[in-house]
């Protein structure tokens, strides 16, 4: 139960993180493309593999806080069906190449960005 109410606390965090960062992206850069839940995205997909490496290969914290950060958290942080809502609008109007572009930096960039989260923890952790 304490572990469940860890996940729930973590994703309120992690939603409201995502809200705060996406529209600030978003208020920088313009609507016309979705920059804001590609940072979004990026930037959690880093600190999974960051978290990955410090919380579950080296297990720093008990399980609790990894399910938080985690599951809670990062998982609620990070937004696959926002991502795939973007991907559907733009191919509705007829924006393939924004689909394709948004699809491949989306995927692409966010396996990047947790290679590199585990690979700098590994060599600050070493």
Do not use: K
Not at 32 to 42: A, E, Q, R, T
Not at 57 to 83: C, D, H, K, N, Q
Not at 84 to 111: E, N
Request: hydrophobic fraction near 60%; glycine fraction near 12%.
């Amino acid at each position: 139960m304490i572990e469940l109410f860890a996940i729930a606390i973590g994703g309120a965090l992690g939603a409201v993180s995502r809200f705060l960062l996406a529209d600030g992206i978003t208020g920088l850069l313009g609507s016309d493309f979705p920059y804001g839940i590609l940072v979004v995205n990026v930037v959690g997909s880093f600190f999974m593999g960051v978290c990955f490496e410090l919380l579950v290969e080296s297990t720093l914290l008990p399980a609790v806080w990894r399910s938080a950060i985690m599951v809670g958290f990062l998982g609620a942080f990070t937004t696959f069906s926002t991502f795939s809502m973007h991907v559907v609008g733009f191919l509705q109007v007829g924006r393939w190449l924004d689909a394709v572009a948004y699809i491949l930096g989306s995927v692409c960039l966010t396996v990047i960005a947790v290679i590199i989260g585990i690979f700098i923890t590994r060599q600050l952790t070493a």
